[in-house]
């Protein structure tokens, strides 16, 4: 599941619900309004989160709560279930607990097989199921948990929204000539503490960041126009040169996590 934006937009339209059955998961630093729940069925499951980082394995569920930046990597053999559950899914949750679930869940004993079923069933019906039938699931994922990882206060973080509010700068001016002095200075930081941070919260230097989305830029004119040169593409996305490009190209190609 690779995503062309990490802003996703999409996800916070009223009623998504996103609902995945993937294998071998890797995922860009990305984020959105919507919650996002992740559990393991087998496999190694790589996680950072708000510059947290953590291996889940098989039983454990990992839960991003609004507007937390975070990156995926698996191994080959891992096995996940992924939702994406915007804000009028959560209602009925809402009326009754305050606060969220921790980030990272453990499994239980039982390997929250329950969960797990629950999942497999629902994975292959989803997409012909009515708003309330969605509802229905998701009221039941998220009571299973509460049961199980009660609920905790939400933790206010300004750095979680500094690092929404730097990769929204990014999309909104990666056609121009960024430097790190300018945008640390812009949010308030010194190059060296900005650059830092960004680091932490999205496991990339901000050049290797910047020149990764502006990769993804280009390929997109070049798909939606396929008669535009390339020299024309990499200038409107803020490369000075096609050489520039190919490099960061290159390393796009190479990513990991």
Not at 23 to 30: D, G, I, L, P, T
Not at 102 to 127: R, V
Not at 162 to 168: A, E, G, H, P, W
Not at 225 to 254: Q, V, W
Request: hydrophobic content about 35%.
């Amino acid at each position: 599941m690779k995503r062309e934006s990490y802003y996703e937009s999409d996800a916070d339209k009223v009623n998504h619900f996103y609902f995945a059955h993937l294998f071998n998961e890797n995922n860009r630093a990305h984020f959105h309004n919507s919650v996002e729940m992740v559990v393991v069925v087998k496999g190694e499951f790589f996680v950072c989160a708000n510059g947290e980082k953590k291996t889940l394995h098989a039983g454990d569920v990992f839960f991003a709560d609004s507007y937390v930046t975070h990156i995926y990597k698996s191994t080959p053999e891992t096995e996940l279930y992924v939702m994406v559950i915007s804000d009028s899914y959560q209602k009925n949750f809402q009326s009754i607990y305050e606060g969220v679930f921790p980030m990272f869940m453990e499994s239980k004993e039982d390997g929250n097989c329950l969960l797990i079923k629950a999942c497999a069933f629902f994975s292959g019906e989803w997409q012909n199921c009515n708003l309330l039938m969605r509802t229905g699931f998701v009221n039941w994922v998220l009571g299973y948990l509460a049961d199980r990882y009660p609920p905790e206060t939400k933790k206010k973080s300004d750095k979680s929204y500094f690092i929404v509010n730097v990769l929204k700068y990014i999309e909104d001016n990666y056609d121009k000539n960024i430097s790190v002095a300018e945008i640390a200075s812009k949010f308030g930081y010194s190059p060296n503490h900005f650059s830092m941070l960004f680091n932490k919260y999205i496991n990339l230097s901000f050049r290797t960041y910047l020149n990764r989305y502006r990769v993804q830029q280009v390929m997109k004119k070049i798909k939606e126009d396929p008669g535009m040169g390339i020299g024309k593409a990499c200038e409107l996305c803020g490369f000075n040169s096609p050489n520039t490009y190919y490099r960061a190209l290159h390393e796009f190609d190479n990513f990991d996590f």
